[in-house]
């Protein structure tokens, strides 16, 4: 059994765009609700919020109507085809709106640009999950982590190439002084990355074709029956099964609490109890980000050696000591350290083992017609506690300490410990690979 990488990437193209997307939709939408149409923390952040709660709906419903697609394209493509292009008409209006709105305000343009932020929002939420479901199809079960490794990276890669093209283009030196910032090159910038990603998956992955090499290859490779029939002759999963899901998916939205609560409150908690400047405190999560992204890949070859289980106990287990290694850390010093980078590294290798796991253990337990609808699951409960997880650890920092930012952290990670060991579906097959031998499938 081997990995094929390069078709792997290139399905990768259409995670890559989305995070491109997302990185720059979370970077300037705040400004430009902010400084152009004067809307006060509250109210933006409201309007910033829509995208999570718009996903626990959008994203479980689209994955399931991607299952029952037939169209010839496959039952992904056609998803991410028309939703990248709608999301991409619809982005390029509100730089449009925004900087017309600053040469001549109105309330009419203002209800607009709110309009079409939420029309692409579903946009969005309309390709998401059949997105990351096409490499699940595509790819034969025991090679789903390290295959998601490598969409995770496609993601990261995303992300950071936004992140240079904003640097390069939006400097301080360019923006510093300005009464208005027109941003309509970075969003066409932007654009142009996902209509590169869309047409790399259109004329590359044939996803008709793939999915009849997974799906002969499972016939001839059977694994244990996960569905059984009701009374009225439907496939249900049966009582074990699903309860293995309901834990897996609990421990999902359990660590994210953990995750994204220190993610969002850091800098804050930094500034706060240890005096550091905002750039500082922002590299440490920079460093947490680089050292997932370097363990992106190994973290797939781990499971493959030892199981996806274990390996994502093992992630908890190195996160959540981190998190209460920086507990400690603040109870000992007042002051940053650059042991801290060490912390955060660690957090980084701990998300890295957790996160590229967790996708396939849930796809696992479905049969491959539910794929898309199971995919749904998982990022409703991740944005569920990502919704949740500011507004939990805010009121505890401001109502108890700002110290219980970790322990927060720490306890959710316990949790999360704790409910994954009641999972016992999901693992897929593991490997017997020694030493190097371990790389050989990813080819």
């Known amino acids: 059994m081997k990995l094929d990488v390069k078709k792997t990437v290139q399905m990768g193209f259409a995670f890559l765009s989305i995070c491109a997307f997302w990185q720059m939709y979370n970077s300037i939408i705040p400004l430009i609700l902010t400084n152009t149409f004067h809307m006060n923390e509250t109210i933006s952040g409201a309007i910033m919020a829509m995208d999570n709660v718009l996903a626990l709906f959008l994203l479980p419903l689209f994955g399931g109507i991607s299952d029952r697609c037939k169209h010839r394209l496959g039952r992904r493509r056609p998803f991410i085809f028309y939703g990248t292009i709608a999301a991409v008409i619809l982005m390029l209006l509100l730089p449009l709106v925004d900087n017309s709105y600053f040469a001549n305000p109105s309330t009419g343009k203002e209800i607009l640009f709110i309009g079409i932020l939420g029309a692409l929002l579903i946009a969005m939420g309309t390709y998401r999950s059949p997105a990351v479901a096409m490499m699940a199809d595509c790819t034969i079960k025991p090679l789903r982590s390290k295959a998601n490794a490598i969409i995770n990276l496609m993601g990261a890669v995303g992300g950071i190439i936004y992140l240079a093209v904003a640097k390069i283009l939006y400097s301080s030196s360019r923006t510093e002084g300005l009464e208005h910032v027109d941003y309509m090159l970075l969003f066409m910038v932007v654009a142009g990355i996902m209509l ?28 244990e029956v996960l569905t059984e029939e009701d009374a009225n002759g439907n496939e249900v999963l049966p009582k074990e099964v699903k309860q293995s899901l309901t834990f897996l998916l609990i421990s999902v939205a359990l660590w994210f609490i953990a995750y994204n609560g220190m993610e969002t409150w850091f800098t804050t908690y930094a500034v706060k109890m240890w005096g550091m400047a905002l750039g500082d405190a922002s590299f440490c999560l920079l460093i947490a980000t680089a050292g997932a992204i370097v363990f992106f890949i190994p973290s797939g070859v781990v499971a493959s050696r030892i199981g996806r289980k274990k390996t994502i106990l093992m992630g908890i287990v190195i996160m959540g000591g981190s998190f209460l290694g920086g507990f400690i850390f603040t109870l000992l010093h007042p002051s940053f350290s650059p042991f801290l980078y060490v912390l955060f590294a660690c957090i980084g290798m701990g998300w890295a083992f957790i996160n590229v796991n967790s996708l396939p253990m849930v796809v696992e337990m479905c049969k491959g017609s539910d794929i898309g609808k199971f995919t749904g699951y998982y990022y409703t409960f991740s944005m569920t506690a990502q919704i949740v997880t500011p507004i939990l650890a805010g009121w505890l920092m401001s109502h108890i300490n700002y110290l219980a930012l970790f322990p927060y952290a720490t306890a959710f990670a316990a949790f999360a410990f704790i409910t994954m060991l009641f999972v016992k579906h999901g693992d897929g097959s593991v490997e017997a690979k020694k030493g190097l031998e371990a790389f050989e499938d990813m080819d």
């Not at 047409?199 to 002969?216: F, G, P, R, Y």
């Open 196 to 223: 590169v990603g869309l047409c790399i998956v259109m004329v590359t992955v044939d996803e008709v074709a793939l999915s009849k090499q997974v799906a002969d290859y499972e016939l001839l490779h059977p694994d």
